[in-house]
């Protein structure tokens, strides 16, 4: 089982896009898929049109010890594609979830015995408990960044986010988080300061800067507008493309590296 989160400390760089069409496109292809939305923003959920009215979520998995993921996750109409949904309520049960004994470690205990060939977490953008969770949960982390001016900024105090985390608490489990990908979003053709800022990226990230690049394409906001994957929203469009090549180029990167 492979476990993949999808992080960074930026806004609205394509974290939640990519977390839905990453995990559509690998259930496309065959393979068991558990998405986990641990974002009180929900936008994960919203966008495969899965409901949280009367429901358990993430934030009761979490913040109760007797709540498993049987009760919290929800088929979506992606055949192989589950999800543990999120909706606002985690706000309040992240600051419950951050005043509990062994509070990073909460998600990892309860996916332990969970059955998928990959689970996805779709993070926010805030270093917080829920986060720390999803870095002691996903040995994997793919980074989507935007080539703006402001995409370097953070990325120092990510990666060290990241260290630190892999330092004073998966050294505890024997856990190590990777980044496995830097993943282009909103890609334009480049302009020179485009151009300059993924020279920067390339030298701090080397090949882990995946060939694929998602292209700044409107349907990928139309779809989840209809609670849809690209993919079924409009198969041909250059999103849908590029989204399906992002999966393969995972699939590839995976078995290279077991
Ligand atoms: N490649 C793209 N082309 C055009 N629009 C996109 C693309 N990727 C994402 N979007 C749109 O941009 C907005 C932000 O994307 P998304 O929600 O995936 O970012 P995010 O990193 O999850 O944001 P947040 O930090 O708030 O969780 C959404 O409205 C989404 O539909
Ligand atoms: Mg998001």
């Given at each position: 089982?492979?476990?993949?989160?999808?992080?960074?400390?930026?806004?609205?760089?394509?974290?939640s896009?990519?977390?839905i069409?990453?995990?559509?496109?690998l259930a496309?292809?065959g393979?068991?898929?558990?998405?986990?939305?641990?974002?009180?923003?929900?936008?994960s959920?919203?966008?495969?049109g899965?409901?949280?009215?009367?429901r358990?979520?993430?934030?009761?998995?979490?913040c109760?010890d007797?709540c498993?993921?049987?009760?919290?996750?929800?088929?979506?109409?992606i055949?192989?594609?589950?999800?543990?949904?999120?909706?606002?309520?985690?706000?309040a049960?992240?600051?419950?979830?951050a005043q509990?004994?062994a509070?990073?470690?909460?998600?990892?205990?309860?996916?332990?015995?969970?059955?998928?060939?990959?689970i996805?977490?779709?993070?926010s953008?805030t270093?917080n408990?829920?986060?720390?969770?999803?870095?002691?949960?996903?040995?994997?982390?793919?980074l989507p960044?935007q080539?703006?001016?402001?995409?370097l900024?953070?990325i120092?105090s990510?990666?060290?986010s990241?260290?630190?985390?892999?330092?004073k608490?998966?050294?505890?489990?024997?856990?190590h988080?990777n980044?496995?990908?830097?993943?282009?979003?909103f890609?334009?053709?480049?302009?020179n300061?485009?151009?300059?800022?993924?020279?920067?990226?390339?030298?701090?990230?080397?090949e882990?800067?995946?060939?694929?690049?998602?292209p700044?394409n409107?349907?990928l906001?139309?779809?989840?507008?209809?609670s849809?994957?690209?993919?079924?929203h409009?198969?041909?469009c250059?999103?849908?493309?590029?989204?399906h090549n992002?999966?393969?180029?995972?699939m590839g990167?995976?078995?290279?590296v077991?």
């Amino acid at each position: 089982m492979h476990k993949i989160a999808i992080s960074n400390q930026k806004g609205g760089v394509g974290k939640s896009t990519t977390s839905i069409n990453l995990s559509a496109g690998l259930a496309r292809a065959g393979k068991k898929v558990l998405l986990v939305d641990l974002d009180p923003q929900g936008h994960s959920s919203l966008g495969l049109g899965i409901k949280t009215e009367n429901r358990q979520t993430v934030a009761e998995l979490l913040c109760q010890d007797n709540c498993t993921i049987k009760d919290v996750i929800q088929p979506s109409y992606i055949e192989n594609l589950h999800v543990i949904p999120s909706d606002n309520s985690l706000s309040a049960a992240e600051v419950k979830l951050a005043q509990t004994t062994a509070k990073e470690f909460v998600l990892r205990k309860k996916l332990k015995n969970a059955e998928y060939d990959f689970i996805i977490i779709d993070t926010s953008p805030t270093f917080n408990t829920l986060l720390a969770n999803a870095f002691l949960t996903a040995e994997h982390i793919i980074l989507p960044v935007q080539l703006d001016f402001f995409s370097l900024a953070g990325i120092q105090s990510f990666m060290e986010s990241i260290n630190c985390t892999n330092e004073k608490a998966g050294s505890l489990v024997e856990h190590h988080a990777n980044i496995m990908g830097v993943l282009l979003t909103f890609y334009k053709t480049r302009s020179n300061l485009s151009k300059r800022v993924l020279d920067a990226l390339k030298d701090i990230f080397g090949e882990k800067v995946f060939d694929t690049k998602i292209p700044e394409n409107v349907k990928l906001s139309e779809a989840q507008e209809s609670s849809k994957a690209v993919f079924d929203h409009d198969p041909k469009c250059s999103g849908a493309e590029a989204y399906h090549n992002l999966v393969k180029e995972v699939m590839g990167r995976l078995t290279n590296v077991n």
